[in-house]
């Protein structure tokens, strides 16, 4: 009897969550995925892919280290799904920054543009980039996201240019902008454009004879 009263004590005042402690309270946090996400591109960006780690993601996205491998598979499959944003956000902007364009001089404007950073696209993204090719070179699986991302870059450009000048093209524009990103100096927006000019000019017909 004496038992059961003391039983019925604790329960009525409360006395053992006391002794236990507070419950500790889950954070309702339904975007953490996504904020782990982007955290590993701006960790990619400042540090590079060999750098990046569990940890320095975690911190810059202000989550506990656990909630890595909970949300994510491994260290790769947080990169490859990082990766895949980065480059689905890329090509949309590339998309939409060829919306108003309409004869082959708004192409050469057009490129122009991307390379010299006035289309959406920044150095930070431009470094995501260059470091999503230099893993796709050691990552197979990364070369059918790169492939995905260059087909519709090219696809656009064919709706101005025929498929062998898009690929041309296509290629111009990445080796332009790390020139551009390594410069020492500053580099011509003229003289550029004048590249993309060539790059698109109609070849003129073989001799004959």
Do not use: N
Request: without cysteine; neutral net charge; proline residues 4%.
């Amino acid at each position: 009897m004496q038992l059961d009263a003391l039983r019925t004590f604790v329960h009525m005042t409360g006395v053992a969550g006391a002794v236990a402690g507070p419950r500790p309270v889950r954070r309702h946090d339904p975007q953490r995925a996504e904020r782990i996400l982007e955290a590993a591109l701006d960790v990619i960006a400042e540090h590079g892919v060999a750098h990046t780690t569990h940890r320095l993601v975690a911190a810059a996205a202000d989550v506990p280290l656990g909630s890595m491998t909970y949300h994510f598979r491994s260290l790769a499959d947080l990169r490859t799904q990082a990766f895949r944003r980065h480059a689905e956000r890329m090509a949309a902007t590339y998309e939409a920054h060829f919306r108003g364009v309409g004869s082959v001089e708004d192409v050469v404007e057009a490129v122009t543009d991307l390379v010299h950073g006035d289309a959406g696209a920044d150095d930070r993204d431009w470094a995501i980039s260059y470091e999503l090719y230099l893993a796709a070179l050691r990552e197979p699986a990364l070369r059918e996201l790169t492939e995905s991302w260059m087909r519709r870059s090219r696809a656009v450009l064919e709706r101005f240019v025929d498929p062998t000048t898009s690929r041309a093209l296509d290629a111009l524009v990445e080796g332009l902008v790390m020139h551009k990103i390594l410069s020492t100096r500053p580099v011509s927006r003229a003289q550029t454009r004048e590249i993309i000019a060539r790059a698109v000019r109609p070849t003129a017909p073989a001799a004959s004879g």
